[in-house]
């Protein structure tokens, strides 16, 4: 029996400008055919068979008729297969001849539409494609055309609408050239947009008359868009004008981080991954097995609150056997988590640090407390305690790091700034929002001095934070 082809457009490049339905099949299907213009977020978790066949420009890895002997002997093997191509299948892609060999072999086959680079790469950017008042056309391009006289540069260069070129960075001499020799006004207005919609998004504006030079001197290299027109001299980006920031932490941090940053608009990416390992050892057997000798049960993280809940469900322990303690928690995000499970803790400081949360604990705990916490936890939460048992029940190392480039970088622990720095450095022009002061100390034993720390220790902290410093750009702007 026959599969089945879904001819699948990924978007501009961004990992979350892409349909639903299309994410809908990728999760089902059998063999992913992808390029290099489609993000590997969309396929590099999928339990299914990938196939590269990435065209990068001067470097055709893998014929266009190869290509679709593959997609077509996968789908007579009776797999479903999702031909994962950048933007949309059919602007000035090779969907429709791979359609045709489809169709030969009468394969069944559907198309799911992608959002095309031409106009969200533009737009992401704050150049709207048209604009009532000023362009009332629009002309998509190749630019990547071997044959001249398939362009109309003099039709072309008529038209007073925006003219937007794909893959034309290569030719732009040409291109240039050809446009003015046919009468383009030499001062129009022209955009580079490089990787358009990823954290590595460049902007660049110039006119027509100095856009060769402009490419040379700026070194911009595909992908990337070219606008043209008047439209180029707005600039409709929103106030966060599409500033990236980077990620570091655990996978839960990193997670509502991320979902938090992408509703807001910015562009985020995960330098620093951080993994939880929780420990299995006689020690945490037996405080919990003997848990109602203490007064008090302290928690200082998500993680912590997690791993505590799963070790009573290993130990069965029933929650009832909890009734008569107390939890003490360092902040609102340890609370909130700590409160899913039906337990409301009985104190938090008002300051959320270890160092503030153990000075409160030595005031009110009258018998005997027991913390459990990562291996590493901070000294300063039993520099005032006495009658404590300080238990780690978990670790936390890195998986993963890479240099950051984005605007902003988030530490949400010390353990990120020790993991990030041992083989990355922070460069100038980035700005650093840390998560309470122990994070930030340690930054600043790395030699990190311009440090923005959220006052509330939390995702919604840092949100609140990164609001602060871009009111406080917009109104520098605003005063000029």
């Given at each position: 029996?026959?599969?089945?082809?879904?001819?699948?457009?990924?978007?501009?490049?961004?990992?979350?400008?892409?349909?639903?339905r299309?994410?809908?099949?990728?999760?089902?299907?059998?063999?992913?055919?992808?390029?290099?213009?489609?993000?590997?977020?969309?396929?590099?978790?999928?339990?299914?068979?990938?196939i590269?066949?990435?065209?990068?420009?001067?470097?055709?890895?893998?014929?266009?008729?190869?290509?679709?002997?593959?997609?077509?002997?996968?789908?007579?093997e009776g797999?479903?297969?999702?031909?994962?191509?950048?933007?949309?299948?059919?602007?000035?892609?090779?969907?429709?001849?791979?359609?045709i060999a489809?169709?030969?072999?009468?394969?069944?086959?559907?198309?799911?539409?992608?959002?095309?680079?031409?106009?969200?790469?533009?737009?992401?950017?704050?150049?709207?494609?048209?604009?009532?008042?000023?362009?009332?056309?629009?002309?998509?391009?190749?630019?990547?055309?071997?044959?001249?006289?398939?362009?109309?540069?003099?039709?072309?260069a008529?038209?007073k609408g925006?003219?937007?070129?794909?893959?034309?960075v290569?030719?732009?001499?040409?291109i240039?050239?050809?446009?003015m020799?046919f009468?383009?006004?030499?001062?129009?207005p022209?955009?580079?947009?490089?990787k358009?919609?990823?954290p590595?998004?460049?902007?660049?504006?110039t006119?027509?008359?100095?856009?060769?030079?402009?490419?040379?001197?700026?070194?911009?290299?595909?992908?990337?868009?070219?606008?043209m027109?008047?439209?180029?001299?707005?600039?409709?980006r929103?106030?966060?004008?599409?500033?990236?920031?980077?990620?570091?932490?655990?996978?839960?941090f990193?997670?509502r981080?991320k979902?938090?940053?992408?509703k807001?608009?910015?562009?985020?990416?995960?330098?620093?991954k951080?993994?939880?390992?929780?420990?299995?050892?006689?020690?945490?057997?037996?405080?919990?097995?003997?848990?109602?000798?203490?007064e008090?049960?302290?928690?200082?993280?998500r993680?912590?609150?997690?791993?505590?809940?799963?070790?009573?469900?290993?130990?069965?322990?029933?929650?009832?056997s909890?009734?008569n303690?107390?939890?003490?928690?360092?902040?609102?995000?340890?609370?909130?988590?700590?409160?899913d499970?039906?337990?409301?803790a009985?104190?938090?400081?008002?300051?959320y640090?270890?160092?503030?949360?153990?000075?409160?604990?030595?005031t009110?705990?009258k018998g005997?407390?027991?913390?459990?916490r990562?291996?590493?936890?901070?000294?300063?939460?039993?520099?005032?305690?006495?009658?404590?048992?300080?238990?780690?029940?978990?670790?936390?190392?890195?998986?993963?790091?890479?240099?950051?480039?984005?605007?902003?970088?988030?530490?949400g622990?010390?353990?990120?700034v020790?993991?990030?720095?041992?083989?990355?450095?922070?460069?100038?022009r980035?700005?650093?929002?840390?998560?309470?002061?122990?994070?930030?100390?340690?930054?600043?034993?790395?030699?990190?001095?311009?440090?923005?720390i959220?006052?509330?220790y939390?995702v919604?902290?840092?949100?609140?934070?990164?609001?602060?410093?871009?009111?406080?750009?917009?109104?520098?702007?605003?005063?000029?």
């Open positions: 029996m026959k599969g089945k082809v879904y001819l699948v457009g990924a978007g501009p490049g961004a990992n979350d400008l892409i349909s639903l299309a994410l809908n099949i990728l999760g089902k299907c059998d063999t992913v055919v992808y390029d290099r213009l489609a993000s590997e977020d969309f396929y590099k978790d999928l339990d299914c068979e990938k590269d066949v990435g065209k990068k420009v001067g470097h055709h890895s893998v014929k266009q008729n190869e290509i679709n002997e593959i997609i077509v002997q996968k789908a007579l797999k479903t297969v999702v031909r994962l191509k950048g933007g949309d299948p059919f602007i000035f892609g090779r969907g429709g001849e791979e359609v489809l169709q030969e072999h009468n394969i069944p086959y559907e198309v799911i539409p992608g959002i095309t680079s031409a106009i969200s790469v533009p737009e992401l950017a704050g150049i709207p494609p048209t604009h009532r008042k000023i362009s009332q056309d629009l002309h998509i391009v190749t630019g990547h055309t071997a044959e001249e006289e398939n362009v109309n540069y003099k039709a072309l008529q038209e925006t003219l937007v070129f794909l893959m034309g290569g030719n732009i001499e040409k240039a050239n050809r446009l020799e009468g383009k006004d030499e001062n129009t022209v955009a580079f947009i490089e358009g919609s990823t590595d998004e460049r902007i660049t504006k006119t027509l008359k100095n856009a060769y030079a402009t490419v040379v001197e700026e070194n911009v290299k595909p992908p990337a868009i070219i606008v027109g008047e439209v180029v001299s707005l600039d409709f929103g106030t966060i004008h599409n500033k990236s920031v980077a990620i570091t932490g655990t996978d839960s990193r997670k981080l979902t938090a940053l992408d807001r608009g910015y562009v985020t990416n995960e330098v620093c951080l993994d939880v390992s929780a420990y299995e050892n006689s020690t945490i057997k037996n405080v919990l097995a003997n848990i109602s000798a203490y008090w049960v302290v928690l200082t993280s993680n912590g609150v997690d791993i505590f809940i799963e070790n009573m469900k290993k130990y069965s322990m029933d929650m009832r909890l009734y303690l107390k939890f003490a928690v360092i902040g609102k995000g340890t609370y909130d988590r700590l409160a499970y039906g337990i409301y009985n104190y938090t400081p008002e300051k640090t270890a160092e503030e949360l153990g000075k409160g604990l030595s009110i705990a005997r407390i027991l913390i459990l990562a291996e590493k936890g901070s000294p300063e939460l039993t520099t005032n305690l006495v009658d404590y048992d300080d238990v780690p029940i978990y670790d936390i190392k890195c998986s993963y790091c890479t240099q950051a480039t984005e605007d902003y970088i988030v530490f622990s010390s353990s990120g020790e993991s990030y720095t041992s083989s990355n450095t922070i460069d100038d980035t700005k650093i929002i840390a998560i309470g002061n122990i994070t930030a100390n340690k930054l600043k034993e790395k030699g990190y001095c311009n440090i923005y959220a006052k509330e939390s919604n902290g840092i949100l609140k934070e990164l609001e602060i410093i871009e009111n406080a750009e917009n109104e520098k702007i605003k005063s000029k």
